[in-house]
């Protein structure tokens, strides 16, 4: 799955978040004022999840959806974070996946039993050199044969803020 944490510092008060976390969620049933409201939303190209947090006067926003009309197959993530509190907030946020799996091969089985092991053939490779496109891939199909077949197959990963054109580091 997808996590992200934000490090807020409102009125001088540093506090970590972790919006989504099933530690925040809510007990059906149970009135907890203090846990935050989450939506979902499901349209037929898109999803959104949706958590209001009055406490600390934070929404955030994660909407899933795919690039239209690409000759690739691409799934977006857009995080929008929201100051809904009456104080000003400092924000640092760190948002991704916690794990990416390559393509190629015969993985199912691998991925499952010798998942470490297989963390051996995985590799990132630069296409800049600003580090702001990481090109995630197998260096060689792992099999038990005599033969080696190169993996050329892979997942780019981007990461970028509205408003600027610049890549960021991943």
Known sequence: GVRGGHKTKEDGVSFLMEPFSPLNSKVEGVDDESKPDRTMFVGTNEMEILEVDDVHGVTTKVNYFVMPEE?????????????TGDDDLTLSALDGLAKVEPTGGRLQWGLKNIGRTLEGWM????????????FYRMSTEPSDTASVKIEKAGHYCISFMDGSDDLLPI
């Open 71 to 83: 000759d690739f197959a691409a799934l977006v993530r857009r995080t929008t974070i929201t100051n």
């Open 123 to 134: 590799g990132v490779y630069h296409a800049n050199d600003d580090l702001g496109l990481p």
